[in-house]
């Protein structure tokens, strides 16, 4: 888990008031699961927040993302790729990720 996760986290199990806490805690109340994935690895330390700032790209309505993104912006064609994948797994199917 990234370090901004852990940091959800903690932030969630002491009942700090913040956008992603908040959506954590309403998740598990309403008995959802959440589990992180990694989509990209093996990036140098100096490259983090190029690839964070390059990912958050590709997806809408991100809730760790801040009010400076812009709010009618759409999921871009690879972003809806790994929500695909993503959702393949969750229902233990294969899903073709390939361009």
């Known amino acids: 888990m990234s370090r901004t996760g852990c940091i959800a ?10 956008i992603l806490p908040d959506w954590f805690r309403d998740e598990w109340r309403d008995s959802h699961e959440i589990r992180p994935y990694v989509i990209q690895d093996e990036i140098a330390p100096a490259d983090l927040e190029m690839f964070e700032a390059y990912w958050a790209g590709q997806f809408a309505g991100l809730l760790n993302v801040g ?14 790729r790994v929500n695909d994948a993503i959702s393949a797994m969750l229902k233990g199917d294969d899903a ?4």
């Open 9 to 18: 986290v903690a932030n969630t199990l002491n009942g700090k008031p913040e």
């Open 67 to 80: 009010l400076s993104a812009d709010p009618n912006r759409s999921t871009t064609a690879l972003g809806e």
């Open 96 to 99: 073709d990720t390939t361009e």
